[in-house]
């Protein structure tokens, strides 16, 4: 492996990546606010469909205005593919995933994908393996995310396993898409393109889930709902996407992947801000155990 490429899948985060993930970390939190307040005007998957639809524009136009080669030949056509599939197939996953399982339960089950990735690095980037302290530091975090959310008793409905491991599946396939990103080709393309890639596969498949699941726009939005899709399409699917891709090139992919156990944190907080959800006593310890898992993450080896 060349020494740059060597360096950009072992980097640790500096000020600055450190910095950004916080606020990508906020960012994601309030885009489930957005999507909450989005339902009952627009079902979740035809939001999903939307948004990948207008950000692919929006990303294409950018990517055009700055003069950005789309159509190299880069040996990236194929990761791309796999990437937007996997894309697309969490997203199908998480919300008709949703219909029998409890969100808090959900959340436990995603949040799994930093363990996806750091195992996937040891077989496709082995200068990116986790130590002893690293993976104490992963499993506190997660311990933090059990804490704030509880593990709810199953409730009984024969269906919740399967909602359970929908969830489980799109963890694994948010996993899968950051460690293809990393050692495949598309840690060389422009990082416009990798998202490209995303947007443009996952669109056409969110669409025909959403036909396949008999989700319909009943009536006109309102203008809430139209503010929280453009949240979606401009905030999240496409300013925050690109940041993160290109965040993903520079450094090393299981250390970013650890900071997203913050984004349900964040979203809790949000949820009481916003929508005036109750926040449970054990909140700031759970955060407390995030904060020093991720401390125990990125120290250096």
């Known amino acids: 492996m060349p020494p740059q490429q060597q360096s950009a899948v072992t980097r640790p985060l500096d ?6 993930m916080l606020l990508l970390c906020l960012l994601w939190a309030f885009n489930q606010v957005a999507i909450k307040l989005a339902i009952p005007d627009v079902p979740p998957v035809i939001q999903a469909a939307i948004r990948s639809s207008f950000a692919a524009l929006l990303v294409a136009g950018w990517a055009s205005a700055r003069g950005i080669p789309l159509t190299a030949r880069d040996r990236t056509l194929l990761p791309g593919i796999a990437a937007g599939v996997l894309f697309g197939l ?156 290109a965040l993903i090139q520079r450094y090393s992919a299981s250390r970013l992947s650890a900071f997203t156990f913050l984004t349900p944190l964040f979203g809790v907080a949000a949820g009481h801000l916003v929508l005036g959800e109750p926040i449970t006593p054990a909140f700031a310890l759970a955060v407390l155990l995030v904060i020093v898992g991720l401390f125990l993450v990125n120290w250096p080896k």
Do not use: C
């Not at 948010?174 to 990082?191: C, D, E, H, Q, Y």
């Not at 008999?214 to 006109?220: D, K, N, Q, T, Y």
């Open 15 to 20: 000020a600055a990546a450190t910095s950004l």
């Open 90 to 245: 969490e997203f199908l996953l998480i919300y008709r995933g949703l219909l029998w399982t409890s969100a808090s339960r959900a959340v436990l089950f995603i949040y799994t994908a930093p363990f996806f990735v750091v195992l996937g690095s040891r077989w496709f980037l082995p200068g990116d393996r986790f130590t002893v302290a690293q993976w104490l530091g992963l499993l506190l975090s997660f311990v933090g995310i059990v804490l704030a959310f509880g593990f709810p008793a199953p409730s009984g409905n024969p269906h919740e396993l399967l909602g359970d491991f929908m969830q489980l599946a799109a963890g694994a396939a948010w996993g899968a898409t950051t460690v293809i990103m990393k050692a495949s080709a598309l840690s060389r393309a422009p990082f416009e393109k990798v998202l490209l890639y995303q947007l443009g596969v996952s669109a056409p498949l969110l669409a025909a889930g959403a036909m396949l699941f008999g989700e319909r726009i009943a009536g006109v939005p309102s203008g809430l709902t139209l503010a929280s899709i453009g949240y979606q399409v401009f905030v999240i699917s496409s300013a925050s996407y690109l940041a993160w891709f």
